[in-house]
């Protein structure tokens, strides 16, 4: 399991921070996600442990690419930029989306 972990601030609000995997980056490798703007430091956390298993994303040589928005003119400053293991809280929500997924899936 894996955790995409950064600090921000932002001069609005992020509506599309996209995530793409692998080395063809196109939008069906890809995920959409949003966060607010903040004027202090705030962290913001992803589980990319589905998306990584999805996308056979992860090996050696393969490209990770990042898009802050699509809004010209937004400032976005990171700090703290790092793929990390999952805390407590996070194993235990990745637990419940796992269930969510299975049910869905019988």
């Known amino acids: 399991q894996c955790i995409l972990s950064f600090e921000y601030t932002a001069s609005a609000d992020i509506s599309v921070f996209q995530i793409f995997y692998g ?60 793929i990390r293991g999952m805390n407590a809280e996070e194993m235990e929500a990745h637990r419940k989306e796992l269930e969510e997924i299975k049910k869905k899936e019988a």
């Open 23 to 82: 080395n063809s980056i196109t939008e069906g490798r890809s995920v959409k996600r949003s966060f607010p703007a903040s004027a202090e430091w705030r962290e913001y956390a992803y589980d990319l442990t589905i998306d990584k298993d999805r996308f056979s994303w992860g090996h050696a040589g393969e490209n990770f690419r990042l898009d802050f928005g699509v809004v010209p003119g937004v400032t976005v400053k990171l700090r703290k930029l790092c």
